[in-house]
């Protein structure tokens, strides 16, 4: 803002003057900032109104529309300290008697404590071979996803061991606090169980020291299991070849075609590349720059000196050799420097490009062999290849062969190890089942929980000879609770719409302004606005739609099995206009609801209708609450002027609030432009009479 000093000749308030006189543009700008400020405050009551809205359309009246929200079917256990049952709406009316025979269990180990060989505590970085003196056993983890065997090795850990653990298929942790292995199957139930076997000796010396080794119910089956095959037998030479993974000359050919591809395109695009002298073959190219590399920074011998380190030392590499390194000072201060950089990048460079060459040309001598190359020169896989062939025979003889010493190694001992072995202070938990019986039917599942004909049955203890009795009907409390909950949501919506569109006039009130605010106290100002804000929806027509759609969708009446039902035929209705407090003429009561003082005192009719047909109620109310879906949503479709989902015209109130932007801003200019005009007339006249003083006083002196 211009620094203006005026009226110092003349002594007029020039201020006051301008201010009057651009008054009337002020009062354009002023009134274009009230309405949009009115129009922001009508936003933001139009977004908590359709906040309500849509809530309501996506809550309550979304999920009233299909039967199966609503809670069909209760079950209740004659005692739940063995059961718990819920029942879906397939499960059948009556009385049932559950006996809960077993349990499941998750097979678990708690290991015995255990301590280093030099009776040291033992952690996650303790090495195995320092707790069981070696380091060549081999253990084996069976789930129900296969075997995994665990080779201990000579640096394994503790950490490491556990890791091998979690990767053969179980839960496990080593708690150093307490110097124990916990081992626990992921899942529950006998099929789920794990066994933790030895498949030599110095494994079951493993097991022992390690403080793992209990021969549970899955263990011993696996050692019996071991022990009986007899080699040359189906069933070991079925455990044999599910030992180790063949491999076949088809995957053996791709692999060969494929090392070969890779290394022949890697030597084409060398071929290809611009960057060195294609006067050459690439063979002969690369022979010379063999021969050339190694010579290229001899022309700074000279600037070679004995490497130092930190003390001043002549550094020596292990053959005792001094270590030389250039004097980048001197060839910097000899102007030699940036050839230096230039020939070691050169150098570099080389040596890069001859290692490509030299290590594909290495795979296509190593493979070519091995495949059948085509027309393109390109490899084709050749399974029937003769060195193929031999390679996939060789692998797998020797891996068969490493996997027949391991399963006679296994074998060897399993007898031993079946019948016990020293205790290693574990516990061990069995897998187990639970078991049940349903009106005398037994049924078996690996966790404790059933899906029986339309129930749910969780077991907790066991019943022993007792029996409980589940009993099973129609949930009125529940389907009851769904409809009071939909309407409840409904009467909030409703009430607060008619709020907004009955509210008291503000005519003649407008927002202040900085100055009109200034005048008044805070309290005065809270007022003032909420008296606007409360207003803003009055008698909307786009709000006096949506009160109408949903009063008259709930007047309607719907057919349920040729027969006409409305709310009034569940006890369900308005006090009627007379009877309602202000704003709750829509607002719907359900006779008998002892949270409603109005109609507590009068019959249940909604109730003994779910009591008695409870199909007719929720295929009711499914249609009615359908019905009001549709209609909201289609006033809530979206359209040129407003968004989805959205009841009012957000698109076209943006558009206003932009479009108040704009003409305050030319309101604002055009009172700054009449303000300047203004000031330089005032000024103008001031230098005029500033000139017309200094005449007189000039005559002044002439005739004093």
Same mark, same amino acid.
């Given at each position: 803002?211009?620094?203006?000093?005026?009226?110092?000749?003349?002594?007029?308030?020039?201020?006051?003057?301008?201010?009057?006189?651009?008054?009337?543009?002020?009062?354009?700008?002023?009134?274009?900032?009230?309405?949009?400020?009115?129009?922001?405050?009508?936003?933001?009551?139009?977004?908590?109104?359709?906040?309500?809205?849509?809530?309501?359309?996506?809550?309550?009246?979304?999920?009233?529309?299909?039967?199966?929200?609503?809670?069909?079917?209760?079950?209740?256990?004659?005692?739940?300290?063995?059961?718990?049952?819920?029942?879906?709406?397939?499960?059948?009316?009556?009385?049932?008697?559950?006996?809960?025979?077993?349990?499941?269990?998750?097979?678990?180990?708690?290991?015995?404590?255990?301590?280093?060989?030099?009776?040291?505590?033992?952690?996650?970085?303790?090495?195995?071979?320092?707790?069981?003196?070696?380091?060549?056993?081999?253990?084996?983890?069976?789930?129900?996803?296969?075997?995994?065997?665990?080779?201990?090795?000579?640096?394994?850990?503790?950490?490491?061991?556990?890791?091998?653990?979690?990767?053969?298929?179980?839960?496990?942790?080593?708690?150093?606090?307490?110097?124990?292995?916990?081992?626990?199957?992921?899942?529950?139930?006998?099929?789920?169980?794990?066994?933790?076997?030895?498949?030599?000796?110095?494994?079951?010396?493993?097991?022992?020291?390690?403080?793992?080794?209990?021969?549970?119910?899955?263990?011993?089956?696996?050692?019996?299991?071991?022990?009986?095959?007899?080699?040359?037998?189906?069933?070991?030479?079925?455990?044999?070849?599910?030992?180790?993974?063949?491999?076949?000359?088809?995957?053996?050919?791709?692999?060969?075609?494929?090392?070969?591809?890779?290394?022949?395109?890697? %030597?084409?695009?060398?071929?290809?590349?611009?960057?060195?002298?294609?006067?050459?073959?690439?063979?002969?190219?690369?022979?010379?720059?063999?021969?050339?590399?190694?010579?290229?920074?001899?022309?700074?011998?000279?600037?070679?000196?004995?490497?130092?380190?930190?003390?001043?030392?002549?550094?020596?590499?292990?053959?005792?050799?001094?270590?030389?390194?250039?004097?980048?000072?001197?060839?910097?201060?000899?102007?030699?420097?940036?050839?230096?950089?230039?020939?070691?990048?050169?150098?570099?460079?080389?040596?890069?490009?001859?290692?490509?060459?030299?290590?594909?040309?290495?795979?296509?001598?190593?493979?070519?062999?091995?495949?059948?190359?085509?027309?393109?020169?390109?490899?084709?896989?050749?399974?029937?290849?003769?060195?193929?062939?031999?390679?996939?025979?060789?692998?797998?003889?020797?891996?068969?062969?490493?996997?027949?010493?391991? %399963?006679?190694?296994?074998?060897?001992?399993?007898?031993?190890?079946?019948?016990?072995?020293?205790?290693?202070?574990?516990?061990?938990?069995?897998?187990?089942?639970?078991?049940?019986? %349903?009106?005398?039917?037994?049924?078996?599942?690996?966790?404790?929980?059933?899906?029986?004909?339309?129930?749910?049955?969780?077991?907790?203890?066991?019943?022993?000879?007792?029996?409980?009795?589940?009993?099973?009907?129609?949930?009125?409390?529940?389907?009851?609770?769904?409809?009071?909950?939909?309407?409840?949501?409904?009467?909030?919506?409703?009430?607060?719409?008619?709020?907004?569109?009955?509210?008291?006039?503000?005519?003649?009130?407008?927002?202040?302004?900085?100055?009109?605010?200034?005048?008044?106290?805070?309290?005065?100002?809270?007022?003032?606005?909420?008296?606007?804000?409360?207003?803003?929806?009055?008698?909307?027509?786009?709000?006096?739609?949506?009160?109408?759609?949903?009063?008259?969708?709930?007047?309607?009446?719907?057919?349920?099995?040729?027969?006409?039902?409305?709310?009034?035929?569940?006890?369900?209705?308005?006090?009627?206009?007379?009877?309602?407090?202000?704003?709750?003429?829509?607002?719907?009561?359900?006779?008998?609801?002892?949270?409603?003082?109005?109609?507590?005192?009068?019959?249940?009719?909604?109730?003994?209708?779910?009591?008695?047909?409870?199909?007719?109620?929720?295929?009711?109310?499914?249609? %009615?609450?359908?019905?009001?879906?549709?209609?909201?949503?289609?006033?809530?479709?979206?359209?040129?002027?407003?968004?989805?989902?959205?009841?009012?015209?957000?698109?076209?109130?943006?558009?206003?609030?932009?479009?108040?932007?704009?003409?305050?801003?030319?309101?604002?200019?055009?009172?700054?432009?009449?303000?300047?005009?203004?000031?330089?007339?005032?000024?103008?006249?001031?230098?005029?009479?500033?000139?017309?003083?200094?005449?007189?006083?000039?005559?002044?002196?002439?005739?004093?």
């Amino acid at each position: 803002m211009p620094i203006r000093l005026s009226g110092m000749v003349s002594g007029m308030d020039t201020e006051s003057l301008v201010s009057a006189l651009v008054s009337s543009y002020n009062l354009k700008k002023d009134n274009l900032v009230k309405a949009q400020t009115k129009l922001s405050w009508k936003q933001e009551k139009w977004k908590t109104m359709n906040t309500s809205i849509y809530n309501f359309y996506s809550g309550k009246l979304s999920n009233t529309r299909f039967s199966a929200n609503y809670s069909l079917k209760s079950s209740t256990v004659s005692n739940d300290k063995y059961a718990k049952v819920t029942a879906s709406s397939s499960a059948v009316n009556g009385t049932q008697k559950l006996k809960v025979k077993q349990l499941a269990s998750t097979g678990y180990l708690t290991g015995g404590e255990i301590k280093a060989a030099d009776g040291s505590k033992i952690t996650g970085s303790t090495k195995l071979s320092d707790i069981i003196g070696t380091t060549d056993g081999s253990i084996s983890i069976k789930t129900s996803s296969g075997t995994k065997n665990i080779d201990i090795t000579e640096d394994m850990n503790v950490n490491q061991f556990v890791a091998k653990l979690k990767d053969a298929g179980v839960n496990a942790s080593f708690d150093e606090a307490n110097g124990r292995f916990f081992i626990s199957s992921k899942v529950s139930g006998k099929d789920g169980d794990f066994s933790l076997t030895a498949n030599n000796d110095n494994g079951l010396n493993a097991l022992q020291k390690l403080g793992i080794y209990a021969v549970s119910v899955a263990d011993k089956a696996e050692y019996t299991r071991l022990a009986s095959l007899a080699d040359g037998s189906d069933d070991y030479n079925a455990e044999l070849e599910s030992m180790y993974t063949k491999t076949t000359a088809k995957d053996v050919a791709k692999s060969y075609a494929d090392k070969y591809n890779a290394a022949k395109n890697k %030597l084409d695009i060398m071929a290809a590349d611009d960057t060195w002298d294609h006067t050459y073959t690439l063979e002969d190219y690369i022979a010379n720059i063999k021969e050339e590399t190694p010579k290229i920074l001899d022309a700074y011998d000279s600037y070679k000196v004995e490497k130092k380190d930190s003390e001043g030392n002549t550094v020596k590499d292990s053959d005792g050799n001094i270590v030389y390194e250039y004097d980048t000072e001197a060839m910097e201060k000899d102007g030699v420097k940036d050839k230096y950089d230039a020939d070691v990048r050169k150098k570099t460079s080389n040596e890069s490009m001859i290692k490509v060459y030299d290590d594909n040309t290495k795979v296509i001598g190593d493979t070519k062999d091995y495949v059948t190359i085509g027309d393109d020169g390109k490899a084709v896989a050749d399974e029937a290849n003769e060195k193929v062939v031999q390679e996939v025979n060789d692998t797998n003889d020797s891996r068969r062969a490493q996997a027949k010493a391991l %399963l006679d190694s296994k074998i060897a001992m399993a007898s031993t190890a079946a019948d016990g072995a020293a205790s290693s202070g574990a516990v061990r938990i069995d897998g187990e089942d639970s078991e049940i019986e %349903l009106n005398g039917a037994k049924f078996t599942n690996n966790t404790n929980n059933y899906s029986i004909n339309g129930l749910t049955i969780q077991a907790l203890g066991l019943t022993g000879t007792d029996e409980v009795s589940i009993t099973t009907d129609t949930d009125v409390d529940g389907i009851y609770d769904m409809i009071k909950g939909f309407l409840k949501d409904y009467n909030d919506l409703v009430k607060s719409v008619d709020v907004a569109y009955n509210a008291a006039s503000a005519k003649g009130y407008e927002p202040l302004t900085s100055d009109e605010k200034d005048a008044m106290s805070d309290d005065e100002v809270e007022k003032w606005e909420t008296k606007i804000k409360d207003s803003l929806l009055r008698k909307d027509s786009t709000l006096g739609g949506v009160l109408d759609t949903m009063k008259n969708d709930m007047a309607l009446s719907f057919n349920v099995n040729g027969k006409l039902y409305s709310l009034s035929s569940f006890g369900i209705s308005t006090l009627g206009y007379f009877n309602s407090p202000e704003n709750e003429t829509g607002v719907l009561h359900i006779d008998g609801n002892k949270d409603d003082t109005y109609t507590s005192a009068n019959t249940d009719k909604l109730r003994a209708m779910i009591a008695s047909d409870p199909d007719t109620v929720i295929d009711f109310f499914s249609q %009615l609450s359908t019905k009001l879906y549709t209609d909201l949503g289609n006033k809530m479709a979206t359209s040129s002027t407003s968004s989805a989902y959205t009841i009012y015209n957000d698109k076209q109130m943006n558009t206003q609030y932009s479009e108040y932007n704009t003409k305050i801003s030319e309101a604002e200019d055009k009172v700054t432009t009449w303000e300047d005009y203004y000031y330089s007339k005032f000024s103008a006249m001031e230098s005029a009479l500033a000139k017309m003083n200094a005449q007189s006083s000039s005559l002044s002196g002439l005739f004093g």
